[in-house]
């Protein structure tokens, strides 16, 4: 092992970035996300991948109804989420 390193053309971030997604921060109710870890958790997936599905879900839903492709609003998170949360 060396005694130093040289890290000036060093990169902060991950070393392979995911294609197609994108890291943010949100604010979720922590029911919310204690449903999702204990759904998760039993289909053995991770829960951001179980909110991402749910989330999904209810563009699909959406779209297939009016045919419209705009964006998700908070106003149609809270609908799907409180859908999810209905079902268990």
């Known amino acids: 092992m060396r005694k130093q390193y040289d890290f000036s053309m060093g990169k902060k971030g991950a070393v392979i970035a995911s294609p197609g997604k994108t890291r943010i921060t949100i604010m979720l109710d922590d029911d919310i996300i204690e449903y999702f870890r204990a759904k998760a958790e039993a289909e053995g997936i991770g829960y951001q991948t179980a909110i991402n599905a749910a989330l999904r ?32």
């Open 57 to 88: 879900g209810g563009l699909k839903e959406k779209r297939g109804k009016s045919g419209d492709d705009r964006p998700l609003t908070v106003a149609v998170l809270r609908k799907v989420l409180r859908e999810e949360l209905h079902e268990a």
